[in-house]
């Protein structure tokens, strides 16, 4: 069998969609930003994620969000069975606005961190991290 | 319950007036998510540390609301200012109820 080339980018374009509906998940994911949010707008910027490309074990997954300026940030893993990952809120004395964490990922998913700023604006940013063995039992 | 919880952190011994310093904090906890199943196909009911703080003299430097998908032993790396002598304490708040404190003094020369 012989693809194109366009039919293999729509192939491929398929596939990520599917993987990116799992129903009920989303839909708490979409709560918890709601939650965090209070329905405000989200915009983008000023906030950084850095996680791993590909995690080989996703029991343990190295992430860390920074946002200078921002209140709090909350830590997502959409593809889990339970989205919430840690809500940092950070007081008078932090020194930066970032924090270091490891987080359990139970597949190939997109990590998503969403920051209240001080003036109350919301930004989010996310990244696909491919996990190699899934945590959370299962 | 969760048995032989031990905290552990990281403060350095001084520090200057103002200094911003880095923390690390790790507690030993199995953080059982309440997905698994044991052998027989039961669920194992959920038993995290759902909520930890740092204050350094009565003020907060970060409370971290903590959720299923923090991995066993929850670690944290976060930064300070240190604006005089005095002390870090750490509290790690267990779903059983149980709380664990860690103080580290620290000082400013």
Partial sequence: ?138 | MADNVKPKVRVPKTASAGEVITLKTLISHPMESGQRKDGDGNLIPRSIINRFTCDFNEQNVIDVTMEPAISTNPYFEFQAIVPETGAFTFTWYDDDGSVYTEVQEITVG
């Fill in chain 1, 1 to 138: 069998m012989k693809f194109t080339r366009r039919e293999t980018m729509l192939m491929a374009l398929g596939a990520t969609a599917a993987t990116m509906l799992p129903g009920r998940a989303m839909a708490d994911v979409d709560a918890k930003v709601a939650e965090f949010t209070g329905g405000a707008e989200i915009g983008e910027g000023g906030l950084t994620l850095t996680a791993p490309e590909i995690a080989e074990n996703g029991n343990t997954v190295p992430i860390e969000v920074s946002a200078p300026g921002a209140v709090s940030i909350m830590v997502l893993a959409t593809g889990n069975p339970t989205p919430g990952a840690a809500v940092f809120n950070f007081g008078p004395l932090a020194g930066a606005q970032s924090a270091s964490t490891r987080i359990r990922l139970a597949k190939t998913q997109n990590v998503m961190a969403v920051a209240k700023m001080a003036d109350g604006s919301f930004v989010q940013v996310s990244q696909e991290v491919k996990v190699t063995i899934g945590g959370c039992g299962g």
